[in-house]
């Protein structure tokens, strides 16, 4: 993992400090509202329906145990006991006190982190995939890049008040896992025809209310350039960018409004000015960089493991939860964990304190040190010994950990809605719970397969909801709590945003829409096919049908 | 008219709170001061936004209420959900405070 040097240490700490002074300050009247807001925003503080809530920025979803054990303690010490993990791989915490806010700071920034840049027209918390390092078919380590990202843009002092907020995603792997095609910027990693290692650039995707693909705007940069060239992409954004509409202020606006083509002259003209200065990466930097993520002390071991293959024989249980929550990893004999947190009737995305000590606890014994956040709101476990997955599973039954529904219907990304966000139009964790209920019969979610359902509770799209196979979004009609459907969103390498499948349900209606649509498919699909290749296949029409011939 | 009430958050811990006939902050809808005409209503907003500047609240806004059964009841599923806390935890927010039930 990376570790602050002093320029981090010192950044962190000189922020909480002047955090801590900007709160007395505003406490004893010397700041009002007007001028605090914006300090605090900028510093991951938010004020929601019933209290403030705190944006701890997790890097590219990495953590160690020590940095998951200080998200439980400041759960337990300063807010109701959990934490809510987003789609930004972040954490939120839903009830801190203002006066706390600099401590709670503090201590984050004893284990190198912070909530620095979780808000406001900035660089964002960069993204990354969360089978970084171990997946099998990685090009290279995308957290090495999304570091270098990070520190080039943290506190950037040009794109410190952007037109808009500003979202980077990067992934190493063919299979893309971190949605890099709805993002301001996604990066993939690609090796060119001479076997080089670069990065096709894409721009201007996003969701909220105006969901757009991102569009490629260079197939393959040299690695020396990825500063320069994003120097350049934002410096055009920054100049262009509506700033008198906050609704087109995002870049995906600007790239629409111009064509991606014309977008792409123009940042390679700015490029030009750029590309050979200050910001070229030396190789030397990415390998320092590089020797921070690289592979732990693996065992050589044999890929067929037996004591594990009779775990699996034994236990059925044990066999399901392997069936889905289990990864192949690069390294044979090992595997990727994944710990869902997506238990029927719970929260998406929430852990408890408690819960949160058990993964550091079993991350520091079977997972070299080392914990994940995944943007679809779980958490992984990136480097177990295939022998040591059943100790973990037998450890994650009895804390509500070991649900075995990854990438099944039932583990859905969901918003905090209307229960605790001042944005949202409608609630969105009980139409996640009630779904979850509803599909709980294990052979049920096997038969039905991958399906991704994904809820906003409100158009800016916290939720996902465009890119779900089956998209929820929860919109307000005179006070009642109405949810559209769309169909057919994919947030992976084959991107596409979902088509509303017609008029919004009200709250009491949705579960049965979602069951008749799962049905549709049912009847339709053909062997092996998910529920999106169906769709793609079929179209909107026999789902329209028979949802609204039902009504 | 619609009945209203000034609502806010309590600067330094966020809590909701609702301004009271004495111009003070109460944690309960029950001891909030009803505006039954648009020209009460404004005064109380002077009252709340006057208190957003020395510094006890922020977001002052009017929300609308009925009386049901004697007891004030908002308007607006949001304002129901602040009143009370999470639909989904009932062992968050207002709701989970010991003074939820004498004041409900």
Redesign the interface.
């Known amino acids: 993992m990376y570790q602050y040097d002093e320029y981090d240490h010192t950044l962190v700490r000189e922020r909480v400090a002047q955090f801590r002074g900007q709160v007395a300050r505003?406490?004893k009247?010397e700041l009002?509202?007007d001028e605090f807001r914006p300090i605090r925003l900028m510093n991951g503080l938010y004020?929601?329906?019933?209290?403030?809530m705190l944006r701890i920025a997790v890097p590219y979803g990495t953590l160690s145990s020590t940095q998951m054990r200080m998200l439980a303690h400041i759960a337990r010490k300063y807010d109701?006991g959990y934490g809510h993990f987003t789609t930004r791989q972040n954490i939120q915490f839903n009830?801190?006190?203002?006066?706390d806010v600099p401590d709670i700071l503090a201590d984050l920034a004893s284990v190198e982190m912070h909530a620095i840049q979780t808000s406001g027209n900035c660089i964002r918390n960069v993204t990354a995939d969360q089978y970084a390092g171990v997946a099998a078919d990685e090009i290279e380590d995308p957290r090495i890049y999304a570091e270098i990202i990070r520190q080039w843009s943290t506190l950037h002092p040009e794109f410190s008040f952007l037109p808009r907020k500003f979202k980077v995603a990067v992934t190493g792997s063919d299979h893309d896992r971190a949605a890099v095609r709805v993002h301001d910027i996604g990066l993939h990693i690609r090796r060119n025809t001479k076997g080089e290692v670069g990065f096709e650039v894409l721009v201007g995707g996003g969701l909220g209310r105006t969901p757009v693909i991102a569009e490629t705007i260079r197939k393959f940069l040299p690695k020396r350039d990825l500063l320069s060239y994003l120097e350049a992409i934002l410096r055009v954004y920054n100049q262009l960018g509506r700033r008198d509409k906050l609704l087109k202020a995002r870049i995906k606006i600007l790239v629409q409004s111009v064509g991606a083509e014309r977008f792409a002259e123009m940042v390679e003209a700015e490029w030009e000015h750029l590309r050979d200065g200050a910001l070229v990466l030396p190789a030397e930097e990415v390998e320092r960089i590089r020797a921070f993520f690289a592979p732990p002390a693996y065992e050589t071991l044999d890929v067929n493991q037996p004591a594990f293959e009779a775990a699996r024989f034994e236990d059925r249980a044990f066999a399901e939860w392997c069936r889905t929550n289990l990864a192949p990893h690069k390294t044979p004999g090992y595997g990727i964990v994944n710990i869902s947190l997506k238990g029927i009737g719970e929260?998406p995305g929430d852990a408890t304190a408690e819960q949160m000590e058990l993964v550091a606890d079993l991350a520091e014994r079977y997972s070299f040190d080392e914990v994940r956040v995944t943007h679809e709101q779980n958490l992984v476990l990136p480097h177990v010994k295939l022998t040591d997955v059943h100790a973990i599973w037998q450890a994650l039954k009895p804390a509500g950990l070991a649900t075995p529904n990854l990438g099944l219907v039932t583990d859905m990304i969901t918003c905090p809605g209307?229960?605790?966000c001042n944005l949202?139009n409608?609630?969105s964790?009980?139409i996640a719970?009630r779904i979850g209920k509803c599909f709980e019969n294990l052979d049920r979610q096997y038969n039905i397969g991958e399906l991704k359902i994904k809820i906003s509770g409100c158009i800016n799209a916290c939720g996902h909801h465009h890119v779900g196979h089956i998209g929820i979004l929860g919109v307000d009609k005179k006070?009642?709590?109405f949810y559209q459907i769309t169909l057919g969103g994919n947030a992976e390498e084959d991107s596409s945003i979902g088509q509303i499948v017609g008029p919004a349900f009200a709250y009491d209606e949705v579960v049965g829409a979602v069951e008749t649509l799962v049905e549709t498919y049912l009847l339709e699909r053909r062997n092996g096919e998910r529920f999106l290749d169906t769709y793609r296949r079929v179209g909107i029409a026999p789902f329209k049908e028979r949802l609204y011939d039902a009504h | 008219m619609t009945l209203q009430v000034v609502t806010a958050?309590r600067?330094?811990?966020?809590?909701?709170v609702y301004l009271t006939a004495e111009h003070g902050w109460a944690l309960w809808l029950d001891e909030a001061a009803v505006a039954e005409t648009e020209v009460e209503a404004e005064a109380l907003l002077k009252f709340g936004e006057a208190a957003?500047?020395?510094?006890e609240v922020?977001?002052v806004y009017l929300m609308k209420v009925e009386r049901m059964e004697g007891k004030l009841d908002p308007?607006?599923?949001?304002e129901r959900?602040?009143a009370k806390?999470?639909?989904?935890?009932r062992d968050?927010?207002k709701q989970a405070d010991n003074g939820f039930k004498e004041h409900n």
């Open positions: 505003r406490l009247g009002t509202e004020l929601q329906l019933h209290a403030y109701k009830w801190p006190k203002l006066e929260a209307l229960d605790f949202a409608a609630r964790i009980p719970q006070g009642e709590e | 958050n600067l330094r811990d966020g809590d909701v957003e500047k020395a510094r922020i977001r308007l607006s599923a949001r959900i602040r806390g999470p639909t989904t935890r968050l927010g």
